[in-house]
């Protein structure tokens, strides 16, 4: 789990680094993080009257900010300070960053993108750095990764004829759904995991009836990830989009609403072995 290392509030956790409470690094400011990052509207103005439609809402890429004091000593203070610009160099992906408020641990993929130190520190043995970071998914996830699985629903029985009175009905079908329960307050990305043996395995989303069907069977050794984030399907880690079928809403749509969102495991030929399994984060704006 991200975060492993915050013990405590006021605490913040990039890659393996960890500055704020207890540590030489203390967190003397934090800005853009419980703010709402930029945000594209998409109203559409009134052509011959005030105002505009409301259109949807897409949040840009958040940025933080944080004002970090690095409390040493003449002799330790080089060596902190490396530490800390070894950990902020720029890289190309992001790892996340990790950040405890308020008894709250949330984290975000980002990178470090701005970092000013002042020289004095050396002299003094105490400066107060700024670091930003960059998060191209502006939502800030629980830290903990929440999972569920299901395998596909186990018909009923049928009638067995002939029939005696009174008549004993045989239970309906059973299974065959895992409930995504996402507690913060934006929707968030859903990972889908299929193994077989099935044969066209499709996930239904209860509260919309939208739909991702795959054309195929698959093994009981076959593993098909759906990503809603990256939009990815792939078979045995290889890409697998095409074998989405017509009816199949994008794979980017299924971001699960704050709430419990039900999924169904549906299939034209099924097997007791089969499963689904959904991992999802809680997700904040």
Do not use: H
């Not at 960890?18 to 103005?45: F, I």
């Not at 034209?268 to 089969?274: H, I, Q």
């Amino acid at each position: 789990m991200s975060g492993e290392l915050i013990t405590a509030d006021g605490q913040v956790q990039y890659g393996t680094l960890l500055m704020g409470t207890g540590t030489v690094y203390r967190l003397a400011g934090l800005r853009g993080w419980d703010d709402l990052p930029p945000l594209d509207l998409a109203d559409v103005p009134r052509p011959s009257a005030d105002g505009a439609w409301p259109g949807s809402i897409y949040a840009a890429e958040r940025t933080i900010e944080t004002d970090i004091t690095i409390v040493a000593d003449a002799s330790t203070y080089p060596a902190a300070l490396a530490t800390l610009r070894a950990a902020t160099a720029p890289i190309s992906g992001e790892q996340p960053l990790v950040i405890r408020m308020g008894g709250q641990a949330l984290q975000s993929g980002a990178r470090c993108t701005g970092r000013i130190v002042p020289e004095d520190g050396y002299a003094l043995g105490v400066e107060r750095v700024a670091l930003r970071w960059t998060a191209s998914d502006p939502r800030r996830y629980s830290a903990a990764l929440s999972a569920g699985s299901t395998p596909p629903p186990a018909t009923g029985s049928g009638i067995s004829w002939p029939v005696t009175w009174p008549l004993a009905w045989p239970s309906a079908s059973a299974g065959g759904t895992v409930y995504v329960t996402n507690t913060g307050d934006w929707p968030t990305p859903v990972v889908l995991t299929i193994t077989g043996p099935l044969t066209t395995p499709a996930v239904y989303r209860q509260d919309s009836g939208d739909v991702i069907e795959l054309n195929t069977a698959i093994l009981a050794s076959d593993v098909v990830v759906i990503d809603a984030l990256a939009d990815t399907v792939t078979l045995n880690g290889t890409p697998a989009k095409y074998l989405l079928t017509d009816r199949s809403a994008p794979v980017s749509s299924f971001m699960m609403p704050p709430g419990s969102t039900g999924l169904a495991l549906r299939a034209a030929v099924t097997n007791s072995a089969a499963l689904l399994t959904a991992s999802w984060r809680s997700a904040y704006l």
